[in-house]
């Protein structure tokens, strides 16, 4: 290779991968210019200025001739400033101030200072999963090491200036291998289903569908706890694998609001506004980044006073609600992102709240409550697997202290995590993903049960899909039951989370 040419891998964001750049930097007589190619948006056009004063303030000879800059694949769309390393590892090597061999086995990311300095950029877990998968080191900015340093396996480098990566690069002086333990997590005392009063049949329905990946509207008047409920929800969730926890990350990495180590493992529980766009809970913009539903992926996605979101809002949900990840089209770009998320909800029986109360609080009128139950369309509410009522509770209960009796949710999630053992052990996912095939196999019934569903099939009006979920929350009920095979009873609480499907729905 000529001392004029050098070569420099980075990586460019697309979606949740991280695709390989390669940054080719030519050198050659003629007036002096630098340009760069292959697709660069405004801020990678603008590194140029900032490389050249990073090189001079860092005491390298900036080249006074044509330098040209490509960065392939061409037709890929490049933004930010993450490219600003590589482009100037890639002119000192170009100009023989550093040797091009001692570039081959790195990947390079960071946005460079006027003098020098290198300061964070977006994305670096899918970029540390990536450089591991290709075999190479990552050398990144010192702020963003802990983030890559997550994914184990991968040789991580951090640096704080230009200079420290070539002195790096030239055995002058080395950088010791970058290494990280996320933070322990000390246990969330303060959303614990134990201090949840009452409500026996609410925190039974959320054992459920955490078992099985299972969503879960809950309807009732104001005050009678759904919020508080729905809070305690990731308590009693099993604790996320390597790869979910890489997986979410990576999300949250490549999205606005960053990751923080603290994250690590987490299950995410997002709780958009109903005033949120279909934008904001999908995904989107000119160069598209995740939404709320991907956000909320291996986690809970909670929706609060259902019917006051957008009606074109919610719509949005029904396709990934069913195959777990969205695709986001534009013009000039498409991008994927998971969203394998379990969907909560709790709304009001009416505009004003009090619908059936005891105590005749409710005036609204039969269309009224109609109009305002129709927000949620048919199709979305069929896709939603289990209904459950929330009634207020009686003054006499509120009274009632917490005992020793009640379950907190270390005991709950313990039931969960066996549950969650054997679908895994015996399907590889959770019930809530079996396709049809396995539904018949797992889920199979016997001839007085399966007289039984087709029975609340008809007087319930259920659709096929509705079918499907009942089967499927039959199968989880029995799994918490250590039963190999679905009985009647395990059948039987199934059909009743599917009361207030569209025929009484309405």
């Known amino acids: 290779m000529p001392a004029s040419l050098a070569h420099v891998y980075s990586r460019a964001q697309e979606g949740v991968k991280a695709t390989i750049v390669t940054v080719e930097v030519h050198i050659t007589h003629g007036l002096p210019a630098l340009s760069i190619v292959g697709l660069p948006e405004t801020a990678v056009k603008e590194s140029k200025d900032r490389v050249r004063a990073a090189l001079i303030n860092s005491q390298f000879d900036f080249p006074y001739q044509r330098v040209t800059i490509n960065l392939a694949p061409a037709d890929l769309p490049k933004e930010g400033g993450r490219f600003d390393l590589a482009i100037a590892l890639g002119i000192l090597a170009a100009t023989g101030q550093i040797d091009p061999e001692s570039l081959e086995n790195y990947e390079f990311v960071g946005e460079l200072a006027l003098s020098g300095e290198l300061r964070s950029v977006r994305g670096l877990l899918p970029m540390s999963l990536a450089c591991r998968e290709a075999g190479r080191s990552l050398i990144c900015p010192a702020v963003n090491a802990d983030e890559a340093a997550l994914v184990s396996d991968t040789s991580v480098f951090a640096a704080n200036h230009l200079l420290d990566v070539c002195a790096h690069l030239s055995d002058v002086r080395p950088i010791m291998r970058h290494t990280t333990t996320p933070p322990v997590m000390a246990p969330n005392n303060t959303t614990d289903m134990a201090d949840v009063t009452g409500q026996p049949h609410v925190k039974r329905a959320l054992e459920i569908a955490a078992a099985g990946g299972h969503s879960l509207l809950l309807l009732g008047p104001p ?192 039931r969960v995590e066996k549950a969650r053992r054997v679908q895994l052990s015996r399907q590889g996912c959770t019930n809530t993903r079996l396709d049809k095939t396995a539904i018949e196999k797992y889920c199979w019934l016997t001839d007085p049960d399966q007289s039984l569903l087709e029975t609340a099939m008809t007087r319930l009006g259920l659709s096929m899909r509705a079918y499907h979920k009942i089967l499927k929350l039959s199968r989880t009920i029995a799994d918490l039951n250590f039963s190999k095979e679905i009985d009647t009873a395990h059948l039987s609480e199934a059909i009743s989370y599917r009361q207030l499907d569209r025929t009484n729905y309405l």
């Open 223 to 414: 005050g009678t706890g759904k919020t508080m409920l729905s809070s305690r929800l990731p308590s009693i969730l099993p604790e996320m694998t390597e790869a979910e926890a890489q997986q979410t990350a990576a999300i949250a990495s490549i999205s606005d609001q960053g990751l923080s180590p603290y994250q690590w493992k987490q299950r995410p529980f997002r709780a958009p506004h109903h005033t949120a766009s279909g934008v904001a809970l999908v995904g989107g913009g000119s160069y598209p980044r995740p939404g709320e539903i991907s956000l909320a992926h291996n986690g809970v996605l909670f929706l609060d006073e259902l019917p006051e979101f957008d009606r074109k809002v919610l719509e949005v949900l029904r396709e990934p609600m069913e195959s777990g990840r969205i695709i986001i089209s534009r013009a000039a770009r498409q991008a994927e992102f998971p969203a394998n998320f379990q969907l909560l909800a709790a709304m009001n029986p009416c505009p004003c709240g009090y619908l059936g109360d005891s105590r005749g609080k409710c005036r609204c009128s039969a269309d009224k409550v109609l109009r305002y139950r129709q927000k949620i369309s048919g199709p979305l509410m069929d896709r939603i697997d289990m209904h459950i009522e929330v009634p207020a509770l009686a003054v006499k209960e509120l009274r009632k202290p917490v005992n020793s009796t009640t379950e907190n949710s270390e005991q709950i999630r313990k």
